[in-house]
């Protein structure tokens, strides 16, 4: 008998992150929903696990060393190891972020979340993921982090020097992992979900968060000679 996939979401107890973690469990798989605030990580889970899904809650902020090594310690009692994690967990930095006013609060909230965190989280994960056959790690990204539509004219959404720069960073984190990577079977890309409605853009956007969790599954399930270093929306490859 085979060993069942687990998968690790970050921010997964709503929106596109919750869609995420319900396309994996829908797959079969074994689905830690890590998210910090515990009322609605419960939540999640329940509404997992009624329709079907094997998920289990993992408490997780991962702006916080300590909770990060909690996490590791609970993957590895409930599933014994991890082959997919998705770094999906983000903030905005909220308020204005117009360069020349913004408060650098706000800069340092992004970064922390969006960058600082994803790194953590996958440091700390890399050592069970090494151990999979088939490890995947996959970054949620947004096209706002492509230099090339934000100097080309493309549409990259309001000024925002908190957000748009941090997940250009979080691009350049992808291709450096990707880079040390790359002699092994870890795969690593980066993921434009598309403008979707979620309560980071006071649900605005266009997209289902079904849809823009799209993405990410289609990105946790390469084959083994798949793509790394990559940025992909629906569509294919995202200019950097």
């Given at each position: 008998m085979s060993k069942q996939t687990t998968a690790l979401v970050t921010g997964a107890n709503k929106g596109i992150g919750y869609e995420i973690a319900a396309g994996l469990g829908a797959l079969g798989w074994k689905v830690g929903v890590g998210a910090r605030n515990e009322e609605r990580r419960n939540t999640a889970v329940e509404q997992l696990r009624a329709a079907g899904a094997d998920a289990f809650g993992v408490p997780?902020?991962?702006t916080d060393d300590a909770s990060v090594i909690g996490a590791v310690s609970l993957i590895e009692e409930h599933a014994e190891g991890l082959d997919v994690l998705i770094n999906n967990a983000g903030v905005t930095g909220g308020g204005s972020q117009m360069p020349t006013t913004v408060d650098l609060a706000r800069v340092r909230a992004a970064v922390e979340t969006n960058v600082f965190g994803v790194i953590r989280v996958t440091n700390a994960?890399?050592?069970?993921?090494?151990r999979s056959a088939s490890p995947r790690i996959v970054n949620m990204s947004s096209s706002v982090g492509s230099m090339t539509l934000q100097t080309s004219g493309g549409e990259t959404g309001p000024i925002a020097v908190a957000y748009s720069p941090s997940k250009?960073?979080?691009?350049a984190v992808t291709v450096q992992y990707a880079k040390e990577l790359?002699?092994?079977d870890i795969l690593i890309n980066a993921a434009c979900p598309g403008f979707v409605a979620t309560d980071l853009n006071g649900f605005r956007g266009v997209r289902t968060p079904?849809?823009?969790a799209a993405i990410a599954v289609r990105l946790a399930t390469l084959p083994d000679d798949g793509p790394t270093g990559g940025f992909f929306d629906d569509a294919g490859m995202v200019a950097w």
């Open positions: 997780l902020d991962v994960m890399l050592p069970m993921l090494r250009s960073y979080l691009n790359q002699d092994t079904e849809q823009g």
